[in-house]
């Protein structure tokens, strides 16, 4: 082997290395850079890679249809009842910014819809918290209301679809929840999904003291975007003949 080879290669890569920091690129490991001229496909996490990490409600579904959520006008019952219940489900806080960003994204929502600190009503009629548990996916809250005792519940689609038994149709009235119905519901989730979005779905229950069996079930989506972060760039690679993905921990794959 020629005594100026070793010395050749590891100069060339040290030239592409630097290169790849003028771009922004961070090289972990000298030897990986080899690789990178048989690359096809690329796996990146989004959240806060991507993405600020701050996020924002887009579109609300219910039974009554689908509505933006920036949407001018007084928004259906519906669409109200699953706003407050989506509210109550968090422990995050506008004031300061704290907490997660999802349950953030919710409370601005909520913030918008009814111009008042969603979290100070929040605060003052909870009862009880039982914390997000990733094992059933779901995220479940008490509060005090009008003399009436309030469970929402907020979690994955299909795990809240399935302990949901009546839904409010699109006059507001309560029903049977029926295979038909769930159907829909998960077609809309689908749709939502495919578009790139988180979706959450909330559930309610309404208990009137001494009546024990008086309940009441919500049903609806408030799905969610992640900001972009401003340098990133979806083409590139596809200029490239490369496949990205963006890798995230819940609902179907996405692509950029």
Do not use: Y
Not at 22 to 36: D, H
Not at 149 to 160: I, Q, R, S, Y
Not at 221 to 228: D, K, M, S, T
């Amino acid at each position: 082997m020629p005594e100026g080879l070793l010395p050749t290669i590891t100069l060339a890569l040290a030239t592409g290395v630097r290169e790849l920091a003028r771009r922004g690129a961070v090289v972990k490991r000298l030897s990986a850079v080899e690789t990178l001229g048989a690359t096809t496909v690329v796996c990146t996490d989004k959240t806060g890679t991507l993405t600020e990490n701050r996020m924002r409600a887009v579109t609300v579904w219910t039974p009554e249809g689908e509505r933006p959520a920036d949407a001018p006008g007084p928004a259906p019952q519906g669409v109200r009842l699953l706003v407050d219940a989506a509210a109550d489900c968090t422990t995050a806080g506008l004031r300061g910014r704290h907490g997660d960003p999802t349950e953030l994204a919710l409370l601005d929502l909520a913030a918008a819809s009814t111009g008042a600190e969603p979290e100070t009503r929040r605060d003052t009629e909870r009862r009880a918290l039982f914390r997000f548990d990733p094992r059933i996916k779901l995220m479940t809250v008490a509060s005090q209301r009008d003399g009436a005792l309030l469970l929402h519940t907020k979690g994955a689609p299909e795990e809240v679809l399935a302990r949901a038994d009546t839904i409010l149709d699109a006059p507001g009235q309560e029903r049977p929840l029926g295979p038909a119905d769930r159907t829909a519901v998960m077609h809309a989730i689908g749709r939502l999904a495919d578009r790139g979005l988180r979706v959450l779905a909330n559930r309610g229950r309404c208990q009137r003291r001494p009546r024990a069996a008086a309940l009441r079930h919500r049903r609806g989506h408030g799905p969610l975007r992640h900001r972009r972060r401003p340098r990133v760039r979806h083409h590139g690679a596809h200029r490239r003949r490369l496949r990205d993905h963006r890798v995230r921990g819940r609902g179907r794959p996405a692509h950029l």
